[in-house]
Every structure is written in structure tokens, then in C-alpha cells.
């Protein structure tokens, strides 16, 4: 039914699209022409395929369990299939020009409970001297200022203001923000800086250094966070990205303002930070399920 040769040669030469990829293209298209066959009982040429076909496709593959996610893949290979098609003359119309997708489900974010953060700070032991100073701090850091992996490991001792207590934030696109900090991590901020100082040669402007004086990773951060995350939950996640949720989360529970929160947080759409909404809705209800006697 479907002449794919030349597309895939069309994906493999011109596209430079790696074997695999090109594999998964003509998987889609050939499990698309086996649905066609079963579903028509006869031959078709691309040009016989309309919206309602595509449309019946979606559903049956919902049917069979497909994630939207992978839906909205095959549809994206097919979507592509068709534009080459129009571009070459074989097909004047294009069947999915007004076929949309199944919504992809949003994920709520995973945070960590007042009492656990609680825990995580005041009970569990990091070990002494620098390293369990430092891995303290960035713990709280992450907890106080919500800001992201990338941004914690990018801080620069110049980026620390001690005395107006603002941390300068240099985010995605490189967009820099202010952060304020409260006094208490000010103080252990500078007892870090003072023990850091002392002890571990200078070798970079880095704020969060290792042992060695060098700049931290993103290994080394994330492994730092979910060690010592799993002595006070047993969450599948336990990422630095858990605690920025964490972050937004407890703000929005105390009354910060949504447009407050997405400023500190960096997001550049209001959308991204309303998923935090989402998520205290979420825990509202199981608040409400647990303690109501007819819930």
C-alpha cells in the first residue's frame, strides 16, 4: 500500500537519521499499513487514507494500551511520512492536517513533606568536618532557594551577597535572577565559606567546591542529594529537582503568591508553575479522603 522505500532513503540521506531512528519510522508506518488492511479489507494507496482512518488508528492503539506519549510518536512518523509525500505530488491532501493527538497525561511533581524536610535538616547526620558542612548547606540551598542543579553548580563566590542577602541566579538561556535568603542560611552559608576557606585549596571562584578545591558536577551533586534523601523517605525519586518542587510546593502552602513563585522558581510561563497548584489539590484531597469519616 504505502511506497516507503524512497522516504526512508529520503530519512536516511537527507535527514541524516541514525539506522535506528529510520528502523523506528518504517516499524510505525507498517504497523499503521497492517491497521489499515484489517480495518478496510482491501488495498489502499496513500492517497485513499482520510482523517477518519487516522482517527480510528488512535483509538485502537489507545485500546491496546499505547501510552499517549507513543501515540503521539507514530502520529508525529506519520505526520512526517505524509509532508513527503505532498512535497513529492504522490497525495494532494493531507489526512492528518486536523488530526490531533491524545493529551499527554501531566506528571505531578514528587515533593517531600514539611516533617520530612523537617527531619532531613534538623535530625539526619551528614558527618562532620567539610564535606558534611557542605552537603548540608547544598541540601538546604536547594530547599530555601528552589533554584536548579545547573544554577547551584554554576554559583560563584561573586554571586553571594552576604550583605543585601540575595543570591544572583544564572538560569536557562542564560537569564539571571535575584533570590533572596533568610538569615538563618546566611549564617551557615558564611560558616561554610569560613570553613571552606580554611581548609580546602582555592583552585576556582566556585561557591560549592570539592574536597580538592575543584567545582562540583552534577553527579556528584545528585548523588549527594539522594543518599541522604533516603534516610528520611522512601519516594522512587529523589533528585535535586525534588527538592526545588519542594521548594514551590511549601510556598504555595503558606500563601505565596503564583506569580511570586514562578519568579523565583525562573519559569518563563505562569503555565509551567501552576502544575504546583495541581500537586497541593492532590494532597488536599488525600488530607480529606484520610480524616473525613465518609470520604
Not at 482520510?50 to 488508528?57: E, M
Not at 493531507?94 to 514539611?114: Q, Y
Not at 538561556?173 to 535568603?181: G, H, V, Y
Request: hydrophobic share 35%; glycine share 6%; charged share 30%.
Amino acid at each position: 500500500m504505502l511506497p516507503t522505500d524512497s522516504f526512508l532513503d529520503y530519512l536516511r540521506y537527507e535527514r541524516n537519521y541514525s539506522d535506528e531512528t529510520v528502523k523506528a519510522y518504517q516499524n510505525d508506518i507498517e504497523q499503521f499499513e497492517v491497521f489499515v488492511g484489517e480495518e478496510r479489507q482491501a488495498e489502499l494507496s496513500p492517497a485513499d487514507v482520510d482523517s477518519g482512518l487516522v482517527r480510528a488508528w488512535i483509538v485502537s492503539l489507545m485500546e491496546k494500551g499505547y501510552a499517549s506519549t507513543s501515540v503521539n510518536r507514530k502520529l508525529s512518523t506519520l505526520r512526517t511520512y505524509y509532508k513527503y509525500l505532498l512535497r513529492q505530488g504522490t497525495v494532494t491532501v493531507d489526512p492528518l492536517r486536523k488530526v490531533v493527538g491524545p493529551k499527554k497525561r501531566k506528571v505531578l511533581p514528587v515533593f517531600l513533606k514539611e516533617s520530612e524536610m523537617n527531619r532531613l535538616l534538623d535530625d539526619v547526620d551528614y558527618g562532620g568536618g567539610f564535606k558534611g558542612c557542605r552537603d548540608r548547606l547544598i541540601i538546604e540551598v536547594f530547599y530555601v532557594t528552589g533554584i536548579r542543579l545547573s544554577e547551584l553548580i554554576g554559583l560563584k563566590d561573586g554571586d553571594v551577597d552576604f550583605s543585601a542577602s540575595l543570591l544572583k541566579v544564572t538560569g536557562k538561556r542564560n537569564k539571571q535572577r535575584l533570590i533572596p535568603f533568610d538569615e538563618e542560611l546566611k549564617n551557615e552559608m558564611r560558616a561554610y565559606v569560613d570553613l571552606r576557606n580554611r581548609t580546602v585549596p582555592r583552585t576556582s571562584d566556585a561557591f560549592f567546591v570539592r574536597e580538592t578545591g575543584e567545582p562540583l558536577n552534577r553527579h556528584i551533586v545528585g548523588e549527594l542529594v539522594e543518599k541522604n534523601l533516603s534516610k528520611v523517605v522512601t519516594v522512587k525519586k529523589k533528585s535535586p529537582h525534588v527538592l526545588r518542587h519542594t521548594f514551590a510546593t511549601m510556598m504555595l502552602n503558606h500563601d505565596a503568591e503564583l506569580g511570586a513563585i514562578k519568579e523565583l522558581l525562573g519559569h518563563e510561563s505562569l503555565a509551567t508553575t501552576e502544575i504546583y497548584t495541581h500537586t497541593t489539590f492532590e494532597e488536599l484531597k488525600k488530607v480529606y479522603n484520610q480524616a473525613h469519616p465518609r470520604a
